[in-house]
């Protein structure tokens, strides 16, 4: 009798926990309304939940809290979003302003992962961004591993 009590209650509490978080899961419009909250940490799961979903219809609010918000995590987990979305053009365009914009590094190297992980190496502007970075970041040994896998990519060379 002890034994089924115990597997009922396991089961209940097991049950009420998968329910809970079930609950806690929120729509793709809830989470884009999200990045317009004055919580950085809000703002990066929104993005992190937008990126890892690839919802396209997320780029252009993303596109806006890149270009705007003062956090620098926010920025970093904005273009790390950008770039898990498969989308060329203009979150390219955008991540190659914010390289040349930006003055944290840590921002400049996650747009250019991003632009890297969006394999638009023959867009123009991410070919500015490269060339920007060359003559401007190359101090920084992480911006300069990055730049060097694109400018092998934008080049068409083989590894």
Known sequence: MKKLATILLVSLFAFNFINA???????????????QSESAEVVITAAQNLGEKKVVEAIDPLIE???????????????????????KGEPTTTLSKVIMKDSD????????????????????????AVKFCEENKSDDIFIKDVVSKLTVAISGEKK
């Open 65 to 87: 809290v890149i270009k705007t918000h003062e956090s620098a995590k926010v920025r970093i987990a904005v273009a790390s979003s950008l770039g898990k979305m498969g989308t």
């Open 21 to 35: 978080e079930e609950a806690k899961k929120k729509s793709t419009d809830e989470y884009i309304k999200d990045l």
């Open 105 to 128: 590094n840590s921002v400049v190297y996650a747009s250019l992962l991003a632009i890297l992980n969006l394999g638009d190496v023959k867009n123009e502007a991410a070919i500015e």
